[in-house]
């Protein structure tokens, strides 16, 4: 009996010392804040805004920095080695140029590392997991703002004919390194929403599939216990922002082939999240599933997940977000009175205009602006012809717009904006009498007191405070 007991106390100690060595602290609220680095809250990242930031990491003996080649047009891609221990994890970022996101979140992480208080936290995985990272993979695509490498390759359908240096670079670095796991870091576009939710997707992640079957082989399986982590993660700092991205098979692309050579990748997708134009909340939250995967792969605490944990995951709706919803718009048209809603649409490249996007019973969607019209109802934009110059200040603004004019015509050299509010010149593709799909998103808001909100170029600007009440943009 003496002899049981003392068999299932050892039992149970041992059993609680390999929970404790699979727990996982990771990276909270307070300390990202602390280790953030500053510089990167914009829209685009270019090379030169991580240029100084990796001389100076360069110089820690934490990391070891190699050259793995040079873009199309010449720029230095660089990888960073960390740690010495047998697991090898491949991270890379910003193979689409215009998906900045993660690359901020990498340089967070070489923060974190190389913080002197992070020493007890290093000491346990640096000799258990050897992380290479590959920051901005394809930074002529950053400096041009796009997708594409500066040949007009899309890095990511590269990964079976390599025509890019590029892809070439990463398909190098795959097959030197030779990593059980691969962290694929990406943005996603600002419109997916969780599931059925009205919540955008501020991350979503994905195991891919290394064949059209989806197969599960045991590659593929820790995939996908590690996003069970991944998930719980996310259940704990934002719940219900979290999707699973579209699992069809992608023949061309890294994520799939690392999959089919047996690396066990996670595609990490960020989105948006309301009021966070440059999708910082995205960012912190990658750093933090960074911090997670190096403790939960060292550990190995990832194994202890079952696949429900992923199967759980709501796919991505696409379009299920829009830009701006305006609710309970009264209408008239061809005799008939309506309440509609209307969804708004950015385009916040090039021209950055604002068109109206969908029109009727949109109560399913969410939104990134909401505003109530309720009592308020269309009218028509109506130009205000420059046949002579015009200086605007407030005063004189607020009493053409109450007036009825919503944009100007004419000569646009003659006008002259002294306001901070926006200004419509000379626009294309105008509703006469009702909102309209894919019309220019500028018209009035009127009750029976008169023009009360101007809608301008998508800017919602009240007439009665005087306020933007919210911007062009996300």
């Not at 900045?100 to 258990?128: G, H, I, Y």
């Not at 359908?157 to 025509?163: C, E, I, P, S, T």
């Not at 045991?218 to 216990?225: G, L």
């Amino acid at each position: 009996m003496q002899q049981a007991l003392k068999w299932l106390l050892a039992s149970f100690l041992s059993l609680t010392t390999v929970v404790q060595a699979m727990a996982v602290n990771g990276l909270t609220v307070e300390q990202y804040q602390q280790i953030k680095q500053p510089g990167l809250d914009k829209p685009q990242l270019v090379h030169s805004d991580i240029t100084p930031l990796l001389a100076q990491h360069q110089q820690n003996a934490l990391f070891r920095f190699s050259p793995l080649g040079q873009s199309a047009q010449g720029t230095p891609v660089w990888q960073i080695d960390i740690g010495t221990g047998p697991i090898k994890v491949l991270s890379w970022s910003q193979m689409h140029g215009d998906e900045p996101t993660a690359t901020a979140a990498l340089m967070d992480l070489l923060n974190f590392v190389s913080a002197p208080e992070q020493k007890n936290w290093r000491d346990n995985w640096l000799s258990k997991v050897t992380l290479r990272l590959i920051p901005m993979v394809n930074p002529d695509g950053a400096a041009a703002n796009s997708r594409f490498n500066s040949m007009g390759i899309d890095i990511n359908r590269d990964a079976k004919a390599l025509q890019s240096p590029e892809g070439q670079l990463l398909m190098q670095a795959a097959k030197a390194f030779k990593p059980a796991f691969g962290l694929n870091l990406h943005d996603q576009n600002r419109y997916y929403a969780a599931g059925d939710s009205n919540k955008q997707t501020t991350i979503s992640l994905l195991a891919p599939a290394f064949n059209d079957a989806k197969d599960i082989d045991a590659s593929r399986k820790k995939a996908m216990q590690l996003i069970g982590d991944m998930a719980d993660l996310m259940a704990e700092q934002l719940p219900g922002y979290l999707g699973k991205y579209d699992d069809t098979f992608s023949w061309r692309s890294f994520g799939d082939t690392f999959s089919g050579m047996g690396i066990s990748t996670v595609l990490i997708e960020s989105g948006g999240y309301p009021g966070d134009d440059n999708r910082q909340v995205a960012r912190r939250l990658n750093a933090q599933l960074l911090v997670l995967s190096i403790e939960s792969i060292a550990s190995g605490a990832y194994l202890q997940q079952t696949l429900e944990g992923y199967r759980a995951i709501p796919f991505n709706r696409d379009g299920g977000i829009k830009d701006v919803l305006i609710d309970n718009l009264g209408i008239a048209i061809n005799g008939h009175d309506a309440i509609v809603d209307v969804a708004l649409e950015f385009d916040l490249v090039g021209a950055k205009q604002a068109r109206v996007r969908d029109i009727g019973d949109l109560s399913i969607y969410g939104s990134y602006h909401r505003f109530d019209a309720s009592g308020l109802r269309y009218q028509a934009p109506k130009a205000y012809t420059l046949t002579k110059a015009l200086t605007l200040d407030k005063t004189k603004y607020l009493a053409l717009l109450r007036e009825g004019y919503s944009h100007f015509s004419g000569d646009a050299s003659l006008l002259t904006n002294n306001t901070d509010w926006p200004v419509v010149l000379n626009p294309k593709g105008l509703s006469d009498t009702s909102p309209q799909r894919f019309r220019h998103a500028t018209f009035l808001l009127a009750n029976n007191e008169g023009v009360q909100l101007a809608l301008l170029n998508g800017q919602l600007l009240d007439l009665r405070n005087g306020l933007i009440l919210y911007p062009m943009g996300t």
